[in-house]
């Protein structure tokens, strides 16, 4: 299997076809500014404080790095101006202002305000029907073809997936949290992953 392949396939986690677009983002193993006065290219300030907020929300910081330790947001601002397709860009600013207008309804406040206990309740909400979605989709006949079957996924879960990409790409999270090897040596095919990385799942 290769890497392109291994890319694809973390999409069972949430069983959505991963477009080209994310994939090539992952393989060209973009990299972001970790500079302290950092403005956001394709994002408005907002937008990318809501992101920031949001991917942080989906990955929050534990005895692990955040997606705002780990520059998630930025990775974001930098796919969606450089490597989505227009359709694909609709779609991402759709999941924002989803988040947003639930947040307006409940709270009568822009996601980015609300606080954490209600961003995770927001997000929890959006989640569930963005996945029963997914499970309705199954009833319809196959889609023709990769524009159609990423039309139908979820707005919100494809936002999942940029996250995720931005998170598991990250130098801090391939070099100390998942296995590297940037060197590899003997290949063992059919290993036990305790006993090889300690349980550790290998950096893409």
């Known amino acids: ?3 392109r392949e291994a890319i694809k396939r973390t999409a069972l986690i949430s069983g959505l076809a991963v477009s080209h677009s994310l994939i090539a983002a992952m393989m060209q193993g973009c990299k972001v500014d970790k500079a302290p006065d950092w403005t956001p290219s394709y994002l408005t300030p907002e937008e990318a404080e809501q992101v920031a907020a949001m991917a942080e929300t989906i990955l929050p910081k534990t005895d692990t790095p955040g997606a705002k330790d780990v520059f998630v947001d930025r990775y974001i601002d930098l796919v969606a101006q450089d490597c989505l397709e227009p359709e694909e860009q609709a779609k991402f600013k759709e ?3 989803e988040a947003n207008a ?4 409940a709270h009568s406040k ?3 305000a609300c606080t954490p206990e209600e961003q995770l309740a927001l997000l929890t909400t959006i ?10 989709n199954k009833l319809l006949p196959p889609p023709a073809d990769e524009v159609e079957a990423m039309a139908r996924n979820p707005a919100f879960l494809q936002f999942k997936q940029m ?5 598991f790409s990250s130098e801090e999270i391939g070099k100390n949290v998942l296995a590297y090897d940037p060197i590899p040596g003997e290949y063992i095919a059919c ?3 305790q006993t ?3 349980g550790k799942v290998w950096t893409l």
């Open 191 to 193: 290993g036990d992953l």
């Open 110 to 112: 822009n996601f980015a």
């Open 1 to 3: 299997m290769d890497r």
């Open 102 to 105: 639930a947040a307006m309804k």
């Open 196 to 198: 090889l990385t300690g």
């Open 127 to 136: 989640d569930q029907a963005a996945k029963q979605k997914v499970e309705d």
């Open 163 to 167: 996250v995720f990409a931005g998170f």
């Open 95 to 97: 999941s924002l202002a």
